[in-house]
């Protein structure tokens, strides 16, 4: 059975700071492309990072760049997304997501369940 679960998500001021895990099962997860996705009430679901199997590219959406990092650890199945200088618009609900072949917006194989971030300002 494929599962990914998010955490480390919560409420936080605005310029705080939060790091969501995401620990995954059940799929040759050296293989993936592993993601951040994020969806605010009201809005569609955007994609904010992924990150590369083989060579750890990582991309990111321009109103997080350098403010968020993405990592991956292939030896615990495990991607990790590190938030910095958080804004009241990075309020969201933070989905992790893995694609054997896509990246970015067309990602999707496989999906968590979430986790909130709220940025008070």
């Known amino acids: 059975e494929v599962q990914l679960v998010e955490s480390g998500g919560g409420l936080v001021q605005a310029g705080g700071s939060l790091r969501l895990s995401c620990v995954t099962s059940?799929?040759?997860?050296?293989?993936?492309?592993i993601g951040w996705f994020r969806q605010a009430l009201g809005k569609d679901r955007e994609g904010v990072s992924c990150?590369?199997?083989?060579?750890?590219?990582?991309y990111y959406v321009d109103s997080v760049k350098g403010r968020f990092t993405i990592s991956r650890d292939n030896a615990e199945n495990m991607v990790y997304l590190q938030m910095n200088s958080l804004k009241p618009e990075d309020t969201a609900v933070y989905y992790c997501?893995?694609?054997?072949?896509?990246?970015?917006?067309?990602?999707?194989?496989?999906w968590g369940q979430g986790t909130q971030v709220t940025v008070s300002s």
């Open positions: 059940g799929f040759s997860f050296d293989d993936y492309t």
């Open positions: 990150i590369t199997s083989s060579d750890r590219r990582a």
């Open positions: 997501t893995a694609d054997r072949l896509e990246i970015g917006a067309q990602m999707g194989d496989y």
